[in-house]
């Protein structure tokens, strides 16, 4: 089993910034991924950014998010981060931390973004 702690998250004005963190216990296998999704009022949960966790750390963005958003982790803690900047009103979602390994997925409970315009 692996469990993730989400935190950061919140309200913020168009054209603010938030860092969400997560971290993962448990037992954990490598190579995984970590990385964020969201779900807006309405809409599928979607991609936002993932990492590997092997050397090159390669990472993936929605193009929404590209340029605005960077995604980094801590391998010792099994932690990710997603640097949120320039945030938009489309942005508004519920962020889930996800934990994959293997084609597993884990996930946390959510954290609430809301950017006000």
């Known amino acids: 089993q692996v469990q993730l702690v989400e935190s950061g998250g919140g309200l913020v004005q168009a054209g603010g910034s938030l860092r969400l963190s997560c971290a993962a216990s448990g037992t954990i296998f490598r190579p995984y991924s970590m990385g964020w999704y969201r779900q807006g009022p309405g809409k599928q949960r979607e991609l936002v950014a993932d990492i590997r966790s092997t050397s090159t750390g390669n990472t993936n963005y929605a193009d929404s998010v590209k340029g605005r958003f960077t995604i980094s982790r801590d391998g010792a803690r099994n932690t990710v981060y997603l640097q949120m900047n320039n945030l938009k009103p489309e942005d508004t979602a519920v962020y889930y931390c996800?934990?994959?390994?293997?084609?597993?997925?884990?996930w946390g409970q959510g954290t609430q973004v809301t950017v006000s315009s």
């Open positions: 996800n934990y994959k390994f293997s084609s597993l997925p884990y």
